[in-house]
């Protein structure tokens, strides 16, 4: 009955323990994944910053969520873009928040203020999300750009002659 007994609690502890070792197997395959993830997201946003600080907004439209490609045509799209801001460098140095569908991708930007010539370094927070199984970025489209300046009222005023 005793050696039945230490069977039975050998056995226990054998299943027991492999319970955890596949608890553990399971704990980081979902982090490995997170990990996955979130290289492909930085390696994507430092592709899309490039072209950022290129001035190629043509090939940042690819890279936008289909919200975006609805609302704005390419041109549209890079007629968002002033010329307020030329930047210089933008790296990517970390991604926050990594859930499912949604992250942050912490982006340090050095530039210039082109009408005060001012120098400017900061992070921005750049939000992208998961959609058809790729990451996009979430770019806010608050309208349609002006195509093209209103027209200018114009009045012809007779001038007086001149006196000789």
Not at 129 to 154: D, L, N
């Amino acid at each position: 009955m005793r050696k039945c007994l230490i069977g039975w609690l050998v056995a226990l502890l054998m299943v027991g323990g492999s319970g955890v070792v596949f608890a553990k197997k399971n704990a980081e395959k979902k982090s490995n994944v997170k990990v996955v993830k979130a290289d492909e997201l930085k390696k994507k946003a430092q592709e899309y910053w490039n072209y950022k600080v290129k001035r190629s907004f043509y090939k940042m439209y690819d890279f936008e969520c289909g919200d975006v490609h609805k609302k704005l045509t390419r041109d549209e799209y890079a007629q968002v873009f002033g010329k307020i801001l030329m930047l210089h460098d933008a790296k990517v140095v970390g991604v926050k928040g990594v859930d499912g569908s949604k992250a942050k991708v912490v982006v340090a930007v050095k530039g210039v203020l082109v009408p005060a010539a001012k120098s400017i370094r900061v992070d921005v927070q750049d939000p992208w999300r998961m959609e058809g199984g790729e990451w996009c970025h979430e770019f806010e489209v608050k309208g349609k750009p002006v195509k093209s300046m209103p027209a200018i009222p114009t009045t012809t005023v007779d001038l007086p002659k001149k006196r000789r």
